[in-house]
């Protein structure tokens, strides 16, 4: 028992570190945060949420990009859910929480600001493809 809460206090540590560390990148911040095997036809349709624990939108599709980066593309809310649009965020600032993402590494801020993702040259993932998923605590 006191080795398992060893283990998990550490673990808390790690993750805890990596996240107020800014001078990693955001591929070292998602590695450090035990990234796991997901299956995209699972991440469709899923909340993903702020660090206030609010909805910032629904994922929508998986995409890969033309320089080989995972995206995945939320149908952003806006102002009370008028105004919903598509932007593209990197998978290596989400973490998976349960049956919701968590937004770990960009505010809601940077959703608003975010430009309305048009890419139609970017490869939409099938939902039988597996990428990796960071952990979240929340």
Do not use: C
């Not at 095997?37 to 660090?51: K, N, S, T």
């Not at 909805?55 to 990009?65: A, D, E, H, M, P």
């Not at 430009?115 to 952990?135: F, G």
């Amino acid at each position: 028992m006191r080795r398992a809460l060893v283990s998990i206090g550490l673990t808390i540590a790690v993750v805890t570190a990596a996240a107020a560390q800014p001078s990693l990148t955001p591929e070292q911040r998602m590695q450090a945060r035990f990234p796991q095997p997901v299956r995209v036809g699972d991440l469709i349709g899923r909340p993903v949420l702020d660090d206030s624990a609010r909805t910032l939108g629904t994922v929508r599709k998986i995409v890969r990009t033309d320089d080989n980066k995972i995206e995945v593309i939320v149908d952003y809310d806006g102002f009370f859910g008028f105004g919903t649009r598509p932007v593209a965020v990197p998978i290596e600032v989400l973490g998976i929480a349960g049956r919701h993402l968590s937004s770990l590494d960009m505010p809601r801020s940077d959703y608003a600001t975010a430009p309305t993702w048009q890419n139609a040259k970017a490869q939409t993932l099938s939902d039988d493809a597996t990428i990796k998923v960071a952990l979240a605590r929340h």
